[in-house]
């Protein structure tokens, strides 16, 4: 079984989206289920209603999911395995305070070494401290896995110290907690991001106690960085996927921006369907990968390009398909539902002629045209079928010329004194004249 196991702790990152794109990818390749398990470990960090904002983003995408568990519902068992553990003499109860690992910590800075838990302090407070943690005895051997990105990758003994299984309040911790639902779930391989490869030693080990022979792949994901290089961070909007699709980018463009970076693809543009047939998880570079908006918007616009108008309509908020007609033309200039929208809320709100465009006042000629222009609706004229005989009957009605009348023109159609041709769009506006040729009060 592949697994995505989210925190309901805060937004989802891309990073986060990322994996769970390529466990979900993995596990089709190999028909094995994929399980959600939402780590609600952290009872004080928990944000009430993230898992189900989780999951339906987990379901708009396509990842769907075959099982889904709470972490949380598991605790029993993680305290059985505990006191098994403590039973073996694989775990311990320490009675440290806080106060003292603190100062612990403090005396290791000042030498300027690592600190690292010493089990004879297990004890100590024993008589003033009713409320032990329980401990993992740390690792006596070196703990090595192989990585599917980075390679071999091992820990001395040293660095993997008795850490803490489950807390003062009987609360197991995130290691310990993804350790054995990793093995209960019957994990078979496990993409996550890179902050986690020095979890790995301490979650191998709690297995290894436990005498599970069965070994469970690795494959850690190199950071995201943000345009400026660093690493990307919340406070970038762009590393949260409600933004992005907030942003109008469309959940398939995203997914395939996600699979290609850092990764060589046999196309360009693809969809998760196609992914499947050929992703490897080895092709992922080792290295970070920079967030590159705007490949994202070329991607976004040529999945955009590969809806109907129909479709397009229908994203849009509307039945109308002509809106989506309009649309499809707009992907010309425009690269996310959003930039569209805003194209098409232009050209059906009421003009404002007094604005400057392009730092000229055009407020004469727009009245002008606008008279003739009411006029020829009210006459129902049939120069108002096309573009070319509009344009000539008005042309002839106002008597404006060159750029004192084209500007206007498309100033009244479109709210803007530049864009498409319009006579690539006037079939599409022709329908709703009334709506758009409107002046703002
Ligand atoms: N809950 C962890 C996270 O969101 C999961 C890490 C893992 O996949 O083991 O980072």
């Known amino acids: 079984m592949l697994r995505f196991a989210p925190s309901p702790t805060g937004d989802m990152h891309i990073g986060n989206l990322r994996a769970a794109i390529f466990n ?15 780590e609600d470990t952290d009872l004080a960090r928990n944000i009430e209603g993230k898992d189900k904002e989780i999951l339906s983003l987990l379901n708009l995408f396509g990842l769907l999911w075959d099982k889904l568990v709470y972490q949380s519902h598991n605790f029993s068992h993680h305290q059985k395995i505990a006191e098994y553990l403590i039973a073996k003499d694989k775990a311990f109860y320490c009675y440290c305070t806080k106060e003292f690992l603190d100062q612990k910590r403090e005396e290791a800075k000042a030498q300027k070494r690592a600190f690292r838990y010493d089990e004879s302090w297990a004890q100590i407070h ?3 401290n009713p409320k032990p943690v329980v401990r993992l005895r740390g690792a006596r051997e070196e703990i090595g896995f192989v990585d599917e990105i980075k390679g071999e990758i091992s820990f001395n003994p040293n660095e993997i110290d008795s850490f803490v299984i489950l807390k003062d309040d009987g609360i197991p911790t995130y290691n310990f907690a ?5 093995m209960l779930y019957d994990i078979s391989f496990i993409v996550r991001g890179e902050d986690h490869v020095s ?32 690493k990307m961070s919340k406070r970038d909007n762009a590393s949260s996927v409600s933004w992005l699709l907030e942003q109008g980018f469309l959940p398939q463009a995203i997914i395939n921006y996600l699979i290609a970076m850092g990764n060589k693809t046999p196309t360009e543009i693809f969809r998760l369907q196609d992914a499947i047939e050929w992703f490897d998880i080895k092709h992922i570079a080792k290295s970070p990968v920079k967030f590159d908006i705007k490949k994202l918007r070329f991607i976004n616009r040529e999945h955009l390009k590969m809806l109907n108008e129909s479709e397009l309509a229908l994203l849009l908020n ?5 809106v989506g007609g309009l649309a499809k033309l707009y992907l010309q200039e425009a690269s996310t539902l959003n930039e569209i929208r805003d194209k098409i809320d232009s050209i ?5 002629i007094y604005a400057l465009y392009e730092e000229q006042d055009f407020s004469e000629p727009c009245k002008i045209l606008y008279e003739a222009f009411v006029a020829l609706m009210a006459e129902h004229s049939l120069a108002l079928r096309e573009y070319e005989s509009l344009k000539a009957e008005l042309l002839e009605r106002t008597g404006l010329k060159g750029k004192n009348f ?5 100033i009244l159609l479109t709210g ?5 041709e319009l006579h690539e769009i006037y079939p599409f506006l022709q329908l709703f004249l009334t709506d758009i040729v409107r002046l703002k009060d």
């Open 24 to 38: 979900y990818i993995i596990a089709k390749q190999t028909n094995q289920p994929f399980l959600i398990r939402i």
């Open 126 to 128: 024993k008589d003033s």
């Open 178 to 182: 993804c350790a054995i639902d990793d």
């Open 199 to 230: 979890n790995t030693p301490r979650q191998i080990l709690v297995r290894k106690y436990l005498d599970y022979t069965k070994d469970i792949g690795y494959a850690h994901l190199p950071i995201i960085l943000g345009e400026s290089g660093s």
């Open 318 to 322: 509307t039945k109308d398909v002509s």
């Open 348 to 352: 059906f709100a009421p003009k404002d």
């Open 406 to 410: 084209f500007k206007p023109l498309r």
């Open 416 to 420: 803007t004194s530049h864009g498409l």
